[in-house]
């Protein structure tokens, strides 16, 4: 396993308590923290929950969010999250709590876990990966050699690279993202705001902090980095009162700014080798979806070097069938997400929020897009917006969308 953060870990922890020898390595030493949408949608927190961890996670100061207020400007939605698995509550712990927890519970069933390691090359025999080669903490070449070796290293991924792994989707950066961390903020859940060509979100975090997240066109770039406070300030101040409310508390860490999130799917798999989490998909980071579908992926892949390994089908059959699953579950949101962070704003959009609005449940369904818990298109697909809409409603939709055109 190279990387051991949220997908690299969990994918060692469910192959080690299926009683599999498991090396993951990472060159950081944990608790360490990275760049993060921080959110665990629902059925993340569902997947934490089945492995006896998002206690865990509850019990070191992630609060959870169980009702969202998403202001659409005209329209306001808000309602409970829906419950997967018993689990109903969006969680968003910092990396340097999650990425260890996990690691720690990975060592815990059985995996072995090298942290300060430099993975510098794969090793190959006869086309098929078969080991790693790298560095110790102390520097000395250190060769590994092993059944498969799964790449869990990130957008920048060594494994990817290395493996030559087909790009089947490339859509450059479209957002500029910046974050923070407040003390003495009120929030009650979480806090969703869409406004012309921005989105943002305000989510407790832990030890009773409130982050707050911004997303603007890439372009903007510039002025996010001249000055991230400022900048990120004046969009909360078009946020309601989120902007008097971030001003009355403190702020207890310097703006994050997030330039050059790729929106990437490569082929996952091949001789030898897979990969998951964002080296093997990476999409914006404006639907928080992120580390849910890394605990997704993780199972699924599991999953497959367990049937792999264990010879009834061979392991490149089943990775072949985690490629499939894969895409089936991952890409509908990779579109959506790749669609929202265009951040283009449509006049049209009122028309279904207020549908939304007045539509008994419609809200609720709205929510579940919202948090991961059901697909996209159960809103915003052609049968989604029929039933949300009638026939009256997609006329005056489609006049809408004429008037935006003419």
Known sequence: MVGTRVAGASTALLLARRGLSVLALDRARFPSDTVSTHQVQVPGGARLHRWGLLERLRAAGTPPARTVRFDAGPVVLQGRLPEVDGVDAVHSPRRTLLDAMLVDAAREAGAQVRERFRVEELVVDDDRVVGVRGRDPHGRRVTETAPIVVGADGRRSLVSRAVGSRLRHDVPPLTVASYTYWSGVPLTGGEVYSRPARAIGAWPTDDGLVMTYVAA??????????????????????????????????????????????????VPYGPGWALVGDAGLVMDPITGMGIADALRDAELLADAITVGLGGSVGLDVALRRYAHRHDAAAMPIWRHTTELARLTFRPEQDVLFRAIAERPGATEQFLAVLTGAALPDTIFGPRGLVRLLGVRGMVDLARTRRRRTA
């Open 217 to 266: 066109p890439a372009a903007e770039l510039g002025a996010f980095r001249a000055d991230p406070g400022r900048a990120l300030l004046r969009v909360l101040d078009d946020c309601g009162d989120l902007g008097e409310r971030v001003r009355a508390g403190r702020r207890e860490h310097p703006v994050v700014v997030t330039p050059d999130v790729p929106n990437r799917v490569h």
